[in-house]
DNA sequence: GCTTAAGCGGACCCTCGGTCCGTATAGTCG
DNA sequence: CGACTATACGGACCGAGGGTCCGCTTAAGC
């Protein structure tokens, strides 16, 4: 399987069309009135392009909601404190948690877009199975804990999109406070150290709370 | 407003929309799979009549699923124990959850066709208020907890038709083995007595499980 | 420069949600 | 029982949007 790699033009539209792509979900308020063509348009390409790079809608989808994990990603299996791998079981699943509530905060829209890509839910795709099976691996590792493949899940499905986005958005829950509810949610179903302090929480893990 | 009755044909018809929209969509395994066009003609009118009765796609699903949860809301308003007002705070907290859970084991495409429906994500559906107030305000009743009303959030997340959806198809996970899994992790929430006994539960609330 | 195959793009197709309006009939009144 | 009317019917029709196709363009190797 040689792979050769793609022509020069074909890496230059496929950057650009993440980038259109991007601009557009992120400024629409609902992800599903950006249409195949718009984002062609936008990314001054033809349709044609778009569907021979990504498949069709929900891998253009996917491949940008890729790219912008990775970084979360690289810190999580490689990084420092917090999201590292070195970090204690307890303060790691709060920590991961945290960041993935985070990463959905700040990319709102590409999330929600991904989530109601149609066709697959939500699992099955790859970047989800990924999230699980590191969590349930850390969970595995409390002493005590049992159940962690379903608890990995439940504790996954608080901080999925469309929730997080009806918090944020209808109710108006501000971005510290949702941080911090999560938080204590989750310690709870940790367990071992009640209340880890106040219910306050404001800045729990710095991890990807940035951009 | 006199809200006239509606003439017998029209009532007929209504009737005879939803039981093929249910049937058709319990056969397919995509609900989105079944068109509207599917739906009239399995019912034996005109398309006209299905958008006249319930306004769009999303109007009809709602109604639909309204009908077949009636029965499990008024157990819960109005019934007898696990389910019932009566029911001590942490036991009903776990029977509502069970009963969400069978009834979206007993209707798992009807609860994906729901979630699914577009539009407007699952959160602002009548429906979905009505179980998280109801739930808050059981978990609010628990001493000592706090935080109810993400909890609720978060609780009924993990019972998603989605997710139960992939546990129990993908994954291969059994009724009785989900429902355990999930009393274990939300008695972990609730706090207190840690764990009844073992974590079968088999039965813990028979409520809604029949069908 | 010449060759070639990877890449391009937009016209085109098809499905599907939703609308419209001429026709049919349930319900009512004389 | 016949006439009248509001209500309902239903399928032809429409527009939007995802996805395809194929003749043209152009990067890249020689």
Redesign the pocket.
């Known amino acids: 399987m040689p792979e ?1 790699k ?5 890496a ?3 950057e650009a069309v993440l980038e259109a792509a991007d601009r557009l979900i992120a400024n629409r308020d609902r992800p ?7 984002i ?2 936008a990314a ?10 990504f ?4 891998g253009l989808i996917h491949a940008l909601f890729e790219a912008r994990l990775e970084p979360v990603r690289q810190a999580v299996t490689e990084g420092p404190h917090p999201l590292g791998p070195a970090t204690p079981p307890r303060e790691r699943a709060l920590a991961l948690l945290d960041a993935l509530l985070c990463f959905k905060l700040d990319h709102r829209h590409l999330s929600l877009a991904l989530e109601e890509a149609g ?1 697959d839910s939500p699992y099955g795709a790859a970047h989800y199975d990924w999230w699980h099976g590191t969590l349930s691996g850390v969970l595995e590792r409390l002493p005590g804990f049992t159940g962690s493949d379903f608890a990995a899940h439940a504790l996954l499905a608080a901080v999925r999109a469309d929730l997080v986005d009806h918090l944020t958005g209808r109710r108006n829950l501000s971005r510290e406070r949702l941080r911090a509810q999560l938080a204590d949610f989750a310690g709870r179903v940790l367990g071992g150290p009640a209340s880890d302090g106040t219910a306050d929480g404001a800045e729990p893990t710095s991890g990807t709370g940035n951009r």
Do not use: I
Request: charged fraction near 30%; hydrophobic fraction near 35%.
């Open positions: 050769r793609p022509r020069a033009d074909a230059r539209n496929r599903a009135q950006v249409t195949m063509a718009d062609a348009a001054g390409v033809g349709k044609g392009t778009l569907f021979r790079g498949g069709d809608r929900t066709s």
